[in-house]
């Protein structure tokens, strides 16, 4: 029996076709792939330009306000009051949200979706007040929310009793295509010149919990050559490792990449693929490894552990790495995952995942 055709708002992302992070490269497929019973209405911020076209049953809002920080709560609520008019459903990507939503959900009778995104509280980048709400929020969601979202297994340990017995939540974590279009040539080895020396990749946003400066740090100890892809220029933890690795040779910092055939071929090419984010839940970046073929080296958090279930090679520090690549003692060929793991990172499973959640 065909299911009725609603109508969902999505919030707290930067919008559709934006190239901010996980949230982002998630709205894109949802609207890409979605099945004709759903329509959407996305809101873009300050930051995220229109087009002139976009796909059949998306509807686009932008407010001229930031996804992030401070405004970026108010981004939220100005979302979900227009939201709460328009539609049948509103998708929440993360909690900050959930003090307006409960509003929507008791007065107008809106479904109320959320994911979660982690253990957002915890992460050092926030202030006191900052952590405070968003755990505050984060127990609204569990105590109001309709369906609550995990991307990662591990975060189930966090969930309230009542919410697991209720079966409210589910995991829905990232999914990954890999565009192999383009190949190295002249215009590739100029751009990028060490596209065909064996390097090691890693990527990330400039933030503390994501490790990179320490990343930098143990490879300006060593004979081997690092790429690392993070939009630097960004903010003060960004611009230190401007500041303290731009002179090392072997040492290849890339403030940012946006252009998605030049980015998965620097995945495609590397000799093995470094992953540092220790608070994230299924991060898109290790996703996209997964898809990629190559060794994965990953600090060993429960998150990464899940995600990976337990393929690759994982270092507890990063003087163990540092010890581990001086004495070549990581078995790179058995730390490549399975055939297996990347299907099940699929955006069309992942897609319809969210789209049962509506209904």
């Not at 209405?41 to 229109?50: A, D, H, I, Q, Y």
């Not at 509003?103 to 979660?116: C, D, G, P, Q």
Request: proline residues 3%; glycine residues 6%; positive net charge.
């Amino acid at each position: 029996m065909q299911k009725e055709k609603i109508k969902i708002s999505i919030i707290g992302s930067h919008g559709i076709y934006a190239n901010y992070g996980g949230f982002d490269f998630l709205v894109n497929k949802l609207c890409e792939l979605k099945s004709n019973r759903i329509e959407y209405l996305v809101f873009n911020s300050r930051e995220t330009p229109l087009r002139h076209k976009y796909p059949d049953g998306i509807e686009v809002r932008r407010i001229p306000l930031p996804a992030s920080g401070i405004l970026g709560v108010i981004y939220d609520f100005i979302s979900i009051l227009i939201g709460s008019f328009r539609s049948n459903v509103l998708l929440l990507l993360g909690a900050q949200g959930m003090p307006l939503a409960i509003v929507a959900k008791l007065l107008l009778r809106k479904r109320i979706v959320v994911n979660v995104d982690g253990i957002e509280w915890e992460r050092p980048k926030f202030g006191k007040f900052a952590k405070f709400y968003l755990r505050f929020c984060y127990d609204l969601a569990c105590n109001h929310a309709d369906k609550i979202i995990l991307d990662n297994a591990y975060f189930k340990e966090n969930l309230p009793t009542k919410v697991i017995e209720s079966n409210r939540y589910c995991i829905s974590t990232y999914g990954a295509e890999i565009d192999k279009s383009l190949e190295i040539n002249d215009e590739i080895r100029e751009k990028f010149s060490f596209i065909e020396e064996k390097y090691f990749l890693s990527l990330g946003r400039p933030i503390a919990d994501n490790n990179l400066y320490e990343l930098c740090e143990i490879f300006s100890k060593l004979d081997l050559t690092l790429v690392l892809v993070s939009v630097l220029t960004r903010n003060s933890y960004g611009r230190k490792i401007i500041k303290d690795f731009s002179d090392k040779k072997n040492i290849h910092l890339i403030n940012g990449l946006f252009i998605k055939n030049e980015m998965d071929l620097l995945r495609r090419s590397c000799f093995a693929y470094i992953h540092t984010h220790s608070l994230c839940g299924t991060a898109p970046s290790l996703v996209e490894a997964i898809h990629c073929d190559v060794p994965i080296l990953s600090i060993d958090v429960p998150q990464n552990r899940h995600t990976l279930e337990n393929m690759g090679h994982y270092f507890s520090n990063f003087d163990v790495l540092l010890n581990e690549l001086q004495e070549k003692k990581i078995n790179f060929s058995n730390s490549i995952p399975d055939n297996k793991l990347k299907q099940k990172y699929t955006w069309k499973n992942i897609v319809s995942e969210y789209e049962d959640l509506y209904f």
